[in-house]
Structure formats: C-alpha cells, structure tokens
C-alpha cells in the first residue's frame, strides 16, 4: 500500500463546493465557498488566499484485525464514484488520555466497546470512505476523514455519525469539524 499525501485548502477553488461547516467538539474552521482536495505539489498554488489548508498522509492500518480487512477490502469502494455527488471532511483530535493509551487498550476501545468497525461495515458499500493521518505531521488534526456518498445515502451518512458519536471511543475527541460538500 503505498503512501497518498493530500492537502484539502479551502478557499475560493476546487472541484467541492462547501455546504456547511460546523463545529462538533472544540474550535471551529472559518467559512469558505470551496474546498480543493490535491496533492501536496499542487497545493502551493490553490492555497494563495485560501482561510485554511489541512495536510495528511494515508498509513498503514493500526487496528483492524486480518478477518476484518478482507471483509473491507471485499466490500468497500473506490473513491470518485460519478454518483458520490456529496462528500464530508471531518477532522478529529482526540486527547492526551487517548495517546497515553496502549495499541491494545485503543483497540479495545475502537472496537470491542465501541464497534466502530462493525457499525461502519453495515453503511458499506454506499459510502467511501479514506483515512488520512495528520497528527505524525504536526498538524492541529490527529486525522482527516473523508467520506463520498451519493445524495440518497446522506440520510444513512447522517444515522452513522450519530452512532460513532455516542460511543465509547468519541470521549476521546477533543476536537472535530464537520465539513459537507457537493459537487454541482
Ligand atoms: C479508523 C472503518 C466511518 C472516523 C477506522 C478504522 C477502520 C474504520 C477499519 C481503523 C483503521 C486502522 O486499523 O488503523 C470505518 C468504516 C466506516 C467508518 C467502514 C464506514 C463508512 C467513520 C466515520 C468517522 C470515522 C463516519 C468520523 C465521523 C475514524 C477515525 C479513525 C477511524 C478518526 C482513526 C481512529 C484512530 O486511529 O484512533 N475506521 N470507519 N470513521 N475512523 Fe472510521
């Protein structure tokens, strides 16, 4: 699996076109009309003027177990879907507790309390999903999720943040935006 670097600026170009922002734990990120999703070579060029640019790298899996990514990869879908008009960005900081923890306390959080895989699972294949890793980067961010779904699943997109949100692990974010967007 070989390393992706993007740089999500957001501005006044790029092919999204930002719905809403809102903040879900801690400080918000300012208003823009449009979000570019491009790689970090091209990013120097979007980013003149843009409100705020967000880094991460895509990395190797930390938790989820052999069985439980055969099920993934079986099922999941490719990112750029023509139909996954809508997309959200969420990124997410969780705190010091969290990073004090071990791999296998984490673990046992992410999914054996809080099911975070299996709840996923169920709202595949209609949503794509990719993990970016910030926090190794120095970023404000620990991670920058994104998701692509067509208008017709925003409801279920909708039941799945709610889910992961009342669980266990969520009492570790101190930080998280909400960022929706749609490609006209
Ligand atoms: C991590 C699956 C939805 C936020 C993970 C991992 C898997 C996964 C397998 C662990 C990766 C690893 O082993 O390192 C899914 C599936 C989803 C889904 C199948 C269904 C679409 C979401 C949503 C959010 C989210 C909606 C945010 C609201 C995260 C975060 C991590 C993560 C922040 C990193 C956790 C950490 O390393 O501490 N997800 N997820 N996921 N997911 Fe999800």
Redesign the pocket.
């Known amino acids: 699996m070989s390393v992706i670097q993007t740089a999500f600026v957001a501005g006044t170009r790029g092919a999204w076109r930002i719905e809403r922002i809102t903040a879900v734990t801690g400080q918000a990120l300012a208003q823009a009309d449009r979000l570019a999703v491009v790689g970090p070579d091209e990013a120097g060029d979007v980013a003149a003027g843009a409100q705020w640019r967000l880094d991460g790298a895509t990395g190797h ?4 177990t052999r069985q ?1 990514l055969d099920t ?1 990869a079986a099922v999941q879908q490719g990112l750029g879907r023509p139909e996954a008009r809508c997309a959200a960005l ?1 990124p ?1 900081r ?1 705190n010091p507790a ?1 990073w004090a923890l071990g791999q296998d306390e ?1 673990r046992a959080i ?1 999914e054996e309390q809080s099911h ?2 299996a709840i ?2 169920e ?2 294949p209609p ?1 794509a ?1 990719r ?1 970016y890793h910030a926090r190794e980067l120095g970023q404000s961010f620990d ?1 920058l ?1 994104w ?1 692509e779904y067509a208008p017709q699943h925003a409801d279920a997109f909708e039941e ?2 709610s889910r ?2 009342q669980s266990a692990e969520w009492r570790f974010v101190e930080r998280e935006v909400d960022i929706r967007l749609v490609q006209d």
Do not use: D, M, Q, S
């Open positions: 899996p930390r938790y989820a439980e993934l969420i997410i969780k969290w984490r992410l975070h895989i996923g699972l709202y595949l949503i999903r993990l991670f999720t998701f799945l943040v992961l949100r």
